[in-house]
């Protein structure tokens, strides 16, 4: 029997309704607009320090320090933010984050077009940008529940936000390699100060039910009670262990793309863009499988598989001499770590209790974004001493190792 025309425009609108779910609520829509601007410039920002830092100093290991002090006040201080964002209203932390962002990019677009910056304002300013994520993170994961009228759609609405942060991944660094180029690093600066206006602009246009303050308790009360909460749940312990583990192999490969960008492919700018983008590109692809699943179940075995696609991506990028090749290889490793990712972070998402999601998210953000700094310090120092293909390659076997671990366990994640 052959469908009609009619009867497959049906079938595709309601694929699409399914994929685009969260896209019925307003907040949620604004949301999604500004921070597909603003993200644009967030990743335009990071490939531009990344080849202004390795242009100035040759340095695999100050590739990685940079690296190391953006990343390290995530891993300090996340967990009390974690406990702010569920005392206090989410949106104006995120207005106060997002401002002071704009003015770091602005300070580093400044230094940059004049002519002044120097190794040791590109690590101050990084270290600011962390301190700055540090509070923005656990605030802005938490949020995304106050968007969302059905609980349903929250799995539908973090895919959505993954699919944007990955498609400006494509589009950033594509951009910034082209620009720097051109005409240098500090304009990527200053287009990513412009595009912070966006996200605002965004937030102070949402209407949002009235919020109150979750608790008075001692900060250090809320923090134990979130701590156990969290650990105690073998489910939310397996899946953060497992982030913690690709946090510090998986992502390392950021910090040493310029090396294999100038090193080994014999590129320039616009090569160490395309990687990036093509990582993007992978990663957009796996967001967009995630929002189009219909629930919860079976996540935990698309996790394990996430982290062997990501590992055996690494594995196979870590020995291409082809630009080409090294494309679709890095696109593979892009997508098995959104796929970990964001599988994770809808479970996590899902199972916890409203009240003590700020806590939980800043336990996430800790052992995604917190973790990135070893793994980058680490991946600079491997890379300066047995070189950036070898470090990769024990990226790539530790991430296997785990998604095979991981995969053993899924037997005792009972999600409810």
Request: glycine residues 10%; charged residues 10%; proline residues 2%.
């Amino acid at each position: 029997m052959r469908l009609r025309p009619e009867g497959i425009i049906s079938a595709h609108y309601d694929n699409l309704k399914l994929v685009l779910r969260a896209f019925q609520y307003r907040n949620y829509r604004l949301f999604f607009a500004g921070q597909a601007v603003s993200l644009i410039g967030t990743w335009m920002q990071v490939v531009a320090v990344s080849w202004l830092v390795y242009r100035m100093t040759n340095s695999a290991f100050l590739l990685g320090l940079v690296g190391f002090v953006g990343y390290i006040p995530t891993f300090l201080l996340t967990p009390f933010a974690g406990v702010l964002a569920d005392r206090f209203n989410r949106r104006r932390i995120l207005i106060v984050t997002q401002t002071l962002a704009m003015i770091q990019a602005s300070i580093l677009a400044a230094l940059s077009l004049t002519g002044l910056v120097e190794v040791w304002h590109l690590i101050a300013l990084s270290m600011l940008l962390g301190l700055i994520n540090a509070f923005d993170i656990p605030a802005r994961q938490a949020f995304v529940v106050e968007m969302i009228d059905e609980k349903a759609d929250l799995g539908n609405a973090i895919a959505l936000s993954s699919f944007v942060f990955n498609s400006a991944r494509l589009i950033g660094p594509s951009l910034a390699g082209i620009l720097i180029a051109i005409v240098g690093e500090g304009i990527c600066f200053l287009i990513n100060a412009v595009t912070f206006l966006a996200v605002i602009f965004a937030l102070l246009a949402m209407r949002l039910k009235p919020g109150s303050i979750q608790s008075d308790t001692r900060v250090f009360e809320e923090l134990k009670e979130g701590f156990i909460y969290t650990f105690n749940f073998r489910p939310m312990r397996h899946i953060l262990l497992l982030t913690i583990l690709t946090s510090i192999m998986g992502m390392s490969y950021v910090i040493v793309m310029p090396i294999f960008a100038r090193d080994i492919l014999h590129g320039g700018a616009h090569t160490l863009g395309f990687l990036m983008g093509s990582a993007g590109l992978g990663a957009l692809f796996g967001a967009v499988y995630l929002a189009a699943k219909k629930d919860t179940r079976g996540l935990e075995k698309v996790i394990s598989r996430g982290t062997l696609v990501l590992g055996l991506g690494l594995i196979s990028f870590s020995f291409s001499t082809h630009l080409w090749l090294s494309l679709i290889l890095i696109m593979c490793a892009g997508f098995g770590m959104m796929v970990q990712t964001v599988a994770g972070n809808t479970i996590l998402q899902t199972i916890t209790d409203d009240n003590k999601r700020g806590r939980v998210m800043s336990f996430y953000a800790m052992a995604f974004m917190g973790m990135m700094p070893f793994g980058s310090l680490l991946a600079g120092i491997v890379a300066g001493r047995i070189g950036a293909p070898y470090a990769l390659l024990i990226s790539g076997l530790a991430c296997v190792l785990g998604g095979i671990i991981f995969s053993k366990k899924i037997a005792s994640l009972k999600l409810s």
